[in-house]
């Protein structure tokens, strides 16, 4: 089943890798808002994951702010992207890797920041990205997950059922109460929650993990 559903990933974040930049351009002005959030967690001492990172926007953003950011996804042709992407920067503190997020190859506790931007509701075992995600936090560190809840409203799971039909479906359809709580069951303890209008609520999420 695992191998099924990374093929199944792949192939769709692979086949939609050269038409992700252009998607983005519409919602720019909320990935601002939501790095601005973002900033606040992070300074020069903090080394730094994160996982689906697409075609490393984020990650090629934020790497002044930090020592160092690693950004991995599980399609090969979002990495290339990034990849491509990072050699016309002068940047030297990001590496861009293929993985798994349920399967993150770094050693335990390594990060101090993870990040997990809009991708838990697109996942089809979340729990499972939260439980490796875990293993390589430090205890100290934040884990901060940018989601949007599908399932909040009428509205909502209407938006997300028209979009699942043109082929980008939201595996996860939590409310806003519901993501909470899925959070809070992992063993993560929520330290920043706040709502973001939208016809489908996005929620800035930030939370340590407990024991």
């Not at 984020?58 to 992207?81: F, H, R, T, W």
């Not at 439980?131 to 430090?138: A, D």
Request: net charge positive; hydrophobic share 40%.
């Amino acid at each position: 089943m695992d191998i099924n559903r990374q093929n199944l990933e792949k192939k769709f974040w692979n086949n939609f890798a050269k038409k992700y930049d252009p998607f983005m351009k519409n919602v720019k002005q909320t990935y601002d808002l939501l790095l601005e959030k973002i900033k606040k967690y992070l300074d020069k001492s903090k080394n730094i994951l994160e996982i689906a990172t697409g075609t490393g926007n984020i990650a090629l953003e934020l790497a002044v702010y930090v020592n160092k950011i690693c950004g991995c996804d599980i399609s090969p042709e979002m990495i290339k992207i990034a990849t491509e992407k990072l050699k016309k920067t002068k940047l030297n503190n990001i590496e861009f890797h293929v993985m798994d997020a349920y399967n993150i190859d770094y050693a335990e506790e390594s990060f101090d920041v993870v990040i997990a931007s809009n991708a838990l509701h697109i996942m089809i075992h979340p729990e499972k990205a939260l439980k490796s995600i875990r293993n390589v936090l430090k205890s100290d560190g934040i884990f901060i997950t940018p989601t949007y809840c599908h399932g909040n409203s009428l509205i909502s799971r209407t938006i997300s059922m028209i979009i699942s039909i043109a082929g980008f479906k939201a595996y996860q359809k939590w409310s806003i109460t519901s993501f909470r709580t899925f959070l809070e069951s992992n063993n993560y303890k929520i330290v920043d929650f706040e709502i973001i209008s939208d016809k489908i609520p996005l929620v800035f999420a930030a939370s340590k993990k407990t024991d």
